[in-house]
């Protein structure tokens, strides 16, 4: 599979040569989802999906990007990429099948001791490094350091638009299944993560335990939504980029709209970027 994640780029995601060679990729590989029909068929589903065109693709010269948390796609303004170059980054999506059959995604809480984001949930991820090949391979390398897992466990199917963190890092969300959630044992860096946990993916696009915040930035108004989730005694709080990111990835896995209105925002993108560009 690394030899195939190797080959993987955001940039092929959107091309017939990537969709073809994965969805080849998925049905070779049919075994590897064991005795569940439904991570096959949601691995064959996804392959298949193509994500909203962004500055990166030739014929959409007019778009360009949002912010905090929301996809790219967003707004249609002037095309102006020469002058905004973010940094990039990539985050997993790693879904699995839970016990009572629901599907379920791999979160972590960062260290307290982190200069930015401390204590926040977030997913595994993290800088593209030089030697990184591809998205896939930024995003399974920066997981198998935070939280020890295995990238053979994973098989990458899909790629979401990229989202704009708060400090304008341009985030690719890689959507991975883990076939065999038993083969992982989470080994958390003590340096980058207090907690290893997961929760239903299905939870994104339902209006329970939500909440939104309204704020504002150039002049435009959006909606910071929050999760609460409570597991083994523990709660948790998932919002911002990380909320915005699986409320995407539910609205496509399960092909709706979430319950509620995610109220994007219309931002256009700045000419410089300087402490007064960050948002509130």
Known sequence: MLSILKRVSSSMASTP???NSLSKFVMDSSNCFGSSRRLFTLAQQLCGYTHPPTFDDEETAGKVVSQVGFAESATPIVHQSETFRPKRAAVLVCLFEGNDGDLRVILTKRSSGLSTHSGEVSLPGGKAEEGDANDAETATR??????????SLVNVVTFLEPFLSKHLLRVIPVIGILYDNKAFKPAPNADEVEAVFDAPLEMFI??????????EWMGEKYLIHYFDYETNNNKYVIWGLTAGILIRAASVVY????????????FKVPRVV???TLTP
């Open 255 to 266: 092909r709706t709209s979430p319950a509620f209105l995610e109220q994007n925002p219309k």
């Open 206 to 215: 339902k209006d329970e335990n939500r909440r939104a915040e309204e704020r």
């Open 142 to 151: 920066e997981a198998k350091e935070e939280i020890g897992l295995d990238p």
């Open 17 to 19: 040569s990537f969709s």
């Open 274 to 276: 300087d402490k007064d």
